[in-house]
């Protein structure tokens, strides 16, 4: 009895590592219902077992959301809220900017990750009137 407890203890002990390094992305964040989600997909670590999709994703949804904002103020009579500069900083550094900005901003992090997207942006390259 002594000994199957003891293999069962050390069995638990030794996984315990794994357990808790595991994951910090779940599938759950892949429905980016709020910031957290999309912030969790964009600082997935390098080796977690869902990183190539966590980061592809997070990409994807950033600047697709971007690219729509453009195709609808695009035109005489659209109405631009955000004005990047024109030698514009790589798609890596904007996310880096993005990622950084929600670390200094955590009372978003439960809001919709578009709308903290477009907070970032307008407060970083606002038009001028």
Not at 47 to 76: K, M, R
Request: glycine share 4%; proline share 9%; net charge neutral.
């Amino acid at each position: 009895m002594k000994i199957t407890t003891l293999v069962i203890f050390l069995s638990v002990l030794l996984t315990m590592p794994a357990l808790t390094l595991a994951g910090v992305v779940s599938e759950n964040d892949f429905r980016v219902e709020t910031t957290q989600n999309l912030m969790n997909l964009c600082t997935t670590a390098p080796d977690d077992p869902l990183y190539p999709q966590a980061i592809n994703f997070c990409h994807g949804y950033l600047v697709g959301a971007f690219a729509y904002y453009e195709a609808t103020t695009s035109g005489p009579k659209g109405i631009k809220l955000v004005c990047p500069p024109e030698i514009r900083p790589s798609r890596n550094e904007t996310i880096k900017m993005f990622i950084d900005w929600c670390k200094a901003h955590p009372q978003y992090m439960n809001e919709k990750p578009v709308e903290t997207e477009f907070r970032f942006l307008i407060e970083k390259w606002p038009c001028k009137p």
